[in-house]
């Protein structure tokens, strides 16, 4: 549905996204993942069609996607509340829902006042005396009710208490189940929504260091413990990401296939594996080093 090509994009000098080439398919709910300031929502902006390619391509169904109707009327970029638009400070959520009905057509407003019910959502509260954590709430109503066919959510769920995001989560999944479409998760909250990724996507210096399936991502990091010599030899030749030694026992973690050889060796020599999970493996992707 959405294929980036070379993509390539500065602010000024300081380059943001290097040669980036990707896909983005119907049906799958993609983690988006990368520490402060490394892009990402650069690049959702850009998929958004909010601003424009200069270098590269961004392709909505095979066709240039910045200016494209079909794309303008398919995604929605939805974020945090000090990015909307002012002129809907004084409206009250209920008129924004009724405004959202005009311009998206798929807009279910029958759906979006029952998610208000389920959220604790006054709807007949002007928007700029709602909370943080209900301008967070009405943000992810938009974009659940909105079935859009590229539903992109930048980090939405800020200021949201626990058990609002795991109501968002579930609606999520429900809503995928229901309407299946690309939906786009910009997060920091990896181990809490790591479940709900059938892709991962992580930048990392301007480039996707990691794309792939959930599945594939979390197969690909394991760490092995044991005897620190028979570890160091195992793991030569191996993408080390991170080590740990205390006394004579070692801890390595490495990312790619293992190989069968080093599975036998590891259970001959008693050298435990243990799969990362998706955080840990996001940090040791993209933790500095000296």
């Known amino acids: 549905m959405i294929t980036i090509k070379n993509l390539c994009f500065s602010y000024g000098k300081t380059e943001i996204l290097t040669?980036?080439?990707?896909?983005?398919?119907e049906g799958k709910i993609y983690g988006l993942l990368g520490r402060n300031g490394v892009g990402k929502t650069t690049l959702l902006s850009l998929l958004a069609g909010a601003r424009e390619a200069k270098e590269g391509m961004i392709l909505y169904n095979n066709k240039p996607l910045f200016e494209n109707q079909d794309a303008i009327s398919a995604i929605g970029l939805f974020y945090q509340r000090?990015?909307?638009?002012?002129?809907?400070d004084h409206s009250k959520v209920e008129d924004v829902f009724k405004k959202?009905?005009?311009?998206?057509?798929?807009f279910d407003l029958d759906y979006a006042y029952e998610l208000a019910r389920k959220f604790n959502l006054k709807t007949s509260k002007r928007m700029n005396k709602l909370s943080k954590g209900n301008e967070a709430v009405t943000?992810?109503?938009l974009g659940l009710a909105s079935r859009?066919?590229?539903?992109?959510f930048d980090e939405v769920y800020l200021g949201m208490?626990?058990?609002?995001?795991?109501?968002?989560?579930?609606?999520?999944?429900d809503e995928q189940e229901r309407f299946p479409r690309v939906f786009i998760v910009s997060t920091h909250l990896v181990s809490e929504m790591e479940h709900l990724f059938d892709e991962v996507k992580i930048i990392e210096n301007g480039q996707f260091t990691l794309d792939e399936s959930y599945q594939t991502a979390v197969?690909?990091?394991?760490?092995?413990?044991g005897d620190a010599e028979i570890v160091s030899n195992l793991t030569k030749g191996l993408k080390v990401i991170r080590e740990q030694v205390l006394g004579t026992t070692k801890a390595v973690s490495v990312f790619g296939e293992l190989g069968e050889h080093v599975?036998?060796?590891?259970?001959?020599?008693?050298?435990?594996?243990?799969?990362?999970?998706?955080?840990?493996?996001?940090?040791?992707?993209?933790?500095e080093r000296g």
């Open 82 to 88: 000090n990015d909307l638009d002012r002129d809907m």
């Open 100 to 106: 959202a009905k005009q311009f998206r057509e798929h």
């Open 263 to 287: 599975r036998e060796q590891c259970n001959t020599h008693k050298i435990a594996i243990s799969q990362m999970p998706l955080q840990d493996l996001f940090i040791a992707l993209t933790e």
């Open 139 to 141: 943000q992810v109503i």
């Open 148 to 152: 859009l066919p590229v539903t992109i």
């Open 161 to 173: 208490d626990a058990p609002s995001r795991t109501l968002f989560y579930s609606e999520l999944l």
């Open 219 to 225: 197969e690909k990091g394991n760490t092995l413990t």
């Open 19 to 25: 040669n980036v080439s990707s896909q983005f398919e």
